[in-house]
């Protein structure tokens, strides 16, 4: 049965608020220090060391630098707690005191800036809180508690390549996984949704091959980079003119590279395309119609081979348990109110979380936590400057603000896992 009770609540939460200024530290920490994906080893660390602290059996490097704490705490079920824990290749323009100044190396060998643009240090902060506040408890609920600290979700891989690397092996298979990210939503607001909420989605990378040569004698050559603005442009129909009104989807010429000089004509171009659909087979469409497009301009222009189209990451569908979903949200509207949990529009975002939920068998639920200023974002919605007043998740302006985010975060973490934890003593949970 449920713990969810007013009372049992305060207390399960009384230590948050001497923690608040210990987790702020944290989450200043970690955005002031963000890691690419898979060399999370810093951010990795400090986790693992405030788990250790907490009284969790913690084990490290799975999935390469994925941590989970684990908390076994007498006969109930197991609950999964994830958060995703690396950052993004973007030059920071936030402004703010603890704004990042960091760089690393990306996956090509290229020295980049980093930002924790997509609000990473927010998720791992939020779980660590609720870890501690969960830990401080352990006298109010009976079960296990999971705690993932998961790498490598920018590239699409990291959920995945912690379960083949073992995971539920290791700690255990859960009964129920959540998750949540924060979104340029009102702080204190938290968004829910049954069923689809975030995109399915693939990166393509596209290879068009030339023939290169002089600048000056053009005629000799097969141009890629005229090749690769013909697809680009060629791209651009393949939603308003082969998808149907009815069905959402997306395609995104995220990078193109074509040549070294200005004299010089390139041998091959290579674009990033990514692509996003609320349903597999849309997806599926969007490739073939991709393929089928570079082929043909690539006949086209003459090029001497075909062009290679190789799927270099992809996220699936996240979707919902919907009755575990609509039961969360009466928890979540009986802690913060009706007026503050709100229904969460379907989001062309994607996420690796649903992953966990599909290996383990079991009910997932994935929300949303706004965590800007609530003023200004109301203002820009109604005045209808929402999309360019406020900056989006892997904006180089993205900042949220730390309070009531960082407690609200922490909240809904916990009291979705009270939602399944047994009352202790009591070993059937619900």
């Not at 890691?35 to 084990?59: C, I, K, P, Q, S």
């Not at 193109?256 to 469409?285: C, K, P, Q, S, Y």
């Amino acid at each position: 049965m449920s713990i969810v009770t007013t009372e049992t609540t305060e207390r399960v939460l009384a230590p948050l608020e001497a923690a608040l200024p210990e987790l702020e530290a944290l989450y200043v920490d970690l955005h002031r220090h963000p890691e690419l994906a898979f060399t999370e080893t810093r951010t990795a660390a400090e986790l693992a060391r405030r788990l250790t602290e907490d009284g969790f059996e913690v084990h490290t490097g799975i999935g390469r630098t994925g941590v989970v704490g684990v908390l076994r705490n007498g006969e109930g079920p197991t609950v999964l707690l994830r958060a995703d824990i690396d950052a993004l290749p973007v030059e920071e323009q936030t402004g703010l005191s603890y704004a990042s100044t960091a760089r690393g190396v990306d996956s090509e060998g290229r020295d980049v800036p980093l930002m924790h643009a997509c609000g990473h240090d927010m998720h791992a902060t939020w779980l660590s809180g609720a870890a501690h506040v969960l830990a401080a408890s352990r006298d109010e609920w009976s079960g296990t508690l999971l705690a993932v600290f998961q790498p490598g979700e920018e590239v699409g891989d990291g959920a995945a390549g912690m379960v083949q690397d073992g995971l539920f092996e290791r700690v255990g298979r859960p009964d129920v996984v959540f998750g949540q990210h924060i979104v340029p939503g009102p702080a204190g607001w938290v968004l829910t949704r049954p069923g689809v909420i975030m995109a399915a989605t693939e990166n393509l990378r596209i290879t068009l091959h030339g023939r290169g040569g002089h600048g000056s004698r053009p005629e000799t050559t097969v141009d890629p980079a005229v090749l690769a603005a013909s697809v680009v442009l060629k791209l651009q129909t393949i939603v308003s003119r082969e998808i149907a009104a009815t069905e959402p989807a997306v395609v995104t010429v995220g990078s193109m590279h074509v040549g070294t000089a200005a004299n010089v004509i390139a041998d091959h171009a290579v674009l990033e395309v990514n692509t996003r659909a609320f349903d597999d087979a849309v997806l599926l469409r969007l490739r073939k119609a991709i393929e089928r497009i570079v082929n043909g301009e690539a006949a086209a222009a003459g090029a001497p081979q075909p062009p290679t189209v190789e799927v270099v990451a992809s996220y699936p569908v996240t979707a919902n348990d919907a009755a575990a979903s609509d039961e969360l949200t009466e928890v979540f509207q009986g802690h913060f109110g009706a007026e503050a949990t709100m229904p969460a529009p379907l989001v062309t975002g994607s996420e690796d979380f649903s992953e966990f939920g599909r290996a383990a068998g079991v009910p997932s639920v994935f929300w949303l936590v706004g965590g800007f200023d609530a003023q200004q974002v109301i203002t820009a919605m109604t005045e209808g400057r929402f999309e360019t007043d406020v900056p989006s998740n892997h904006s180089s302006k993205f900042a949220p603000v730390l309070h009531p985010t960082l407690r609200t975060g922490v909240e809904t973490l916990v009291v979705a896992a009270l939602s399944r934890f047994a009352r202790p003593g009591v070993a059937e949970g619900r």
